[in-house]
């Protein structure tokens, strides 16, 4: 639970990555997706090393390699640059989106792990999400459709776009990462539409949240939306890739606040090159991937005194 009135510091402090890029443990080399768990142990998608990284809080200095890292392939203890992790808690398990093999597969995090399983196969995946049930949301890049499965489907059930490339509101446009809320509604980085959108559970077309008036830097416009968090008062957390900052809109706004960032692209501590995933831990910090500076940044919630 995020106050409405929360502020975070506007200087982010390095939590894994951040020594340039390359394939060494304390190294990322072009980060994608990330995904913290309660005991704020963050595991990211490591995209250009084909492989999955976890940082142990308080651990900055070297990650470890959770899943895949032996080369780029198709075999199953390989990965080909993936683009969203997940971190099942009932299996103790990794799901995975495997992007360049057109797959969803599962690694368990039990040591000793030397390969994963084919979840989903032949999917163009980009974005993962789990709900309260379990049930596993996909977002399909090249079918600009988010479709919803049961552990063991491989066709799963459309929860968003769905009907070609387009601006309609039945529509998405290279769709990124999803977030899906306790009710099951499905909200969508709906990223050549430069626009958010909601899909409520069952609806046949979905409700521009953020964005939608173009792509640009004015507060009521977004660039190239990827990473997205949705809190319990329905405010949606987007990175932009385009702007290099963070923004915040407030259930039914028209325009949107800078979280952090906004100073331009850059690798100063208030600055990004190019934010992708975006998640929050239990305690309100922010946890940006900043692709082009090949780190992931926490930007703690400021307490009220």
């Not at 070609?164 to 306790?182: A, E, K, M, T, W």
């Not at 509604?185 to 430069?194: G, K």
Request: one cysteine or more.
């Amino acid at each position: 639970n995020i106050p409405a009135n929360a502020k975070w510091s506007q200087n982010g402090v390095t939590i894994a990555g951040g020594h340039g890029q390359g394939g060494a443990t304390n190294q990322l080399y072009y980060p994608f997706g990330l995904f913290v768990d309660d005991n704020r142990t963050v595991v990211i998608a490591d995209r250009m090393n084909s492989r999955i990284m976890q940082w142990k809080n308080g651990d900055t200095t070297n990650g470890r390699v959770v899943a895949g890292g032996n080369g780029k392939g198709n075999g199953l203890n390989q990965l080909y640059l993936p683009t969203d992790v997940l971190i099942d808690k009932e299996t103790d398990s990794l799901i995975i989106c495997d992007a360049e093999n057109e797959r969803v597969v599962r690694w368990s995090r039990r040591s000793g792990t030397t390969h994963g399983e084919i979840l989903i196969d032949h999917i163009a995946c980009y974005g993962l999400a789990m709900d309260e049930k379990r049930y596993l949301y996909v977002c399909d890049y090249v079918k600009h459709e988010v479709r919803r499965y049961k552990f063991g489907e491989n066709i799963g059930t459309l929860v968003a776009g769905g009907n070609g490339q387009g601006v309609g509101l039945n529509q998405l446009n290279s769709p990124r990462y999803i977030f899906v809320d306790r009710q099951q509604n499905v909200y969508v980085s709906d990223n050549h539409n430069n626009r958010v959108m909601k899909w409520k559970k069952g609806a046949t077309e979905g409700i521009v949240v953020a964005g939608g008036q173009g792509g640009g830097s004015a507060l009521t416009q977004l660039s190239a939306p990827c990473g997205i968090f949705v809190d319990t008062l329905g405010t949606v957390y987007v990175a932009e890739y385009g702007n290099a900052r963070v923004m915040r809109w407030a259930q039914g706004a028209r325009q949107g606040t800078v979280l952090v960032g906004g100073n331009g692209a850059g690798a100063g501590a208030n600055q990004f090159s190019t934010p992708i995933g975006l998640s929050f831990d239990r305690h309100g910090n922010l946890y940006v991937v900043d692709m082009g500076n090949n780190c992931v940044q926490r930007f703690s919630i400021e307490k009220e005194l």
